[in-house]
């Protein structure tokens, strides 16, 4: 089992910045993949950003050119930077991790519990 623990989440103000962080234990052997997804209430669950062991990475169209993802690979962690952030960024987001043989644009088999993020306007 991998486990999977974000951090960083909290109350920011329309245009500005927050920064998720994730720390990965357990069998981290088998992950490829580490990604970010988010739900907002009465919305789908949707892929924020993916990155590969290898740094290939994936984002949703509404966050690219505004959010990006890094991972150390050594430390076993994976990091959002958010900038601009808009209101309807606001949503609970997911810290998640795929294992080797899994699709890598879509890393869902170990989830993280969530953090919030709010964005006022």
């Known amino acids: 089992q991998v486990q999977l623990v974000e951090s960083g989440g909290g109350l920011v103000q329309a245009g500005g910045s927050l920064r998720l962080s994730c720390a990965a234990s357990g069998s981290i052997f088998s992950i490829n993949a580490m990604g970010w997804y988010r739900q907002a209430p009465g919305k789908q669950r949707e892929l924020v950003a993916a990155i590969t062991s290898g740094g290939i990475t994936n984002y949703a169209d509404s966050v690219k050119g505004r959010f990006t993802i890094s991972r150390d690979n050594a430390k076993n962690t994976v990091n959002l930077q958010m900038n601009s952030l808009k209101p309807v960024d606001t949503a609970v987001y997911y810290c998640?991790?795929?294992?080797?043989?899994?699709?890598?644009?879509?890393?869902?088999?170990?989830w993280g519990p969530g953090t919030q993020v709010t964005v006022s306007s």
């Open positions: 998640t991790a795929g294992e080797y043989g899994s699709n890598w644009y879509f890393p869902r088999d170990y």
